[in-house]
């Protein structure tokens, strides 16, 4: 199956600062990324999809400014969570999707769990 | 009312048994329909996509979707302890649209 990873796998990191999480593709491109993310024994809530040059679509309720997901290629789609407070650590995972060059299957990276102090 | 139920379980069962997890779905648009596998502190990782009704199998994985009825199965024969995990069902109306998960159903086989 196709390969997604996720960088960095945990952070830590103090109230008030920002911090990016790259997820990348690494065997195939991806024309659509999904970021979500997910508490503890919960579901995944999806956050906001990723199309490759053009600007996110985020779900309801997500703040579009805190939560900036740039992606930049086919293979590259980055979350960078802007002043992070303590409500904002979490499990936050991408995937993505062959789209239409496929039959659609999502792929999820590893995770990356952030705490903020 | 969320558009895919499932049931969290826990669900426990001796190794070597048949797991049984199955999900609900409201949205007659659903087209598309995947189990996920998750292991605590990690990524999903796919299983089975089905498109439409009908089952498909892989190894000790069957995946069955009725569309009539709107529910969806996955059955594990010869469960093994390293299928404990959560097992997340998800539907989409598109092949490349947003997934719409199940709460997931933990699954714990015991040896």
């Known amino acids: 199956g196709a390969v997604v990873s996720q960088h960095p796998s945990r952070v830590i990191c103090k109230s008030g600062t920002s911090v990016k999480i790259e997820c990348r593709s690494l065997?195939?491109?991806?024309?659509?990324m999904f970021w979500y993310r997910q508490f503890p024994k919960k579901s995944l809530m999806l956050m906001a999809t990723s199309n490759e040059g053009s600007k996110a679509t985020y779900e309801q309720g997500v703040e579009k400014d805190k939560f900036l997901i740039n992606h930049a290629s086919l293979t590259l789609s980055t979350l960078t969570v802007t002043s992070a407070h303590p409500e904002d650590s979490s499990f936050y995972i991408c995937s993505a999707s062959l789209g239409t060059y496929g039959s659609g299957e999502q792929y999820f990276g590893p995770g990356t769990r952030l705490t903020v102090t | 009312q969320k558009e895919v139920e499932q049931d969290p379980g826990p669900l426990s069962v001796p190794e070597g048994a048949i797991v049984s997890l199955n999900c609900t779905y409201s949205?007659?648009?659903?087209?598309?329909f995947m189990w996920y596998r998750q292991y605590s502190r990690k990524g999903p990782e796919l299983l089975m996509y089905?498109?439409?009704?009908g089952n498909k199998e892989d190894g000790r994985f069957t995946a069955q979707v009725d569309k009539s009825s709107k529910y969806i199965s996955l059955f594990i024969r010869d469960s093994q302890p390293s299928d404990s995990a959560t097992y997340l069902c998800?539907?989409?109306?598109?092949?490349?649209?947003?997934?719409?998960f199940g709460a997931g159903t933990q699954v714990v086989v015991t040896p």
């Open positions: 089905t498109y439409s009704s």
């Open positions: 949205n007659s648009a659903f087209q598309y």
């Open positions: 998800a539907a989409s109306t598109d092949s490349w649209g947003k997934l719409q």
């Open positions: 065997d195939f491109q991806a024309t659509t």
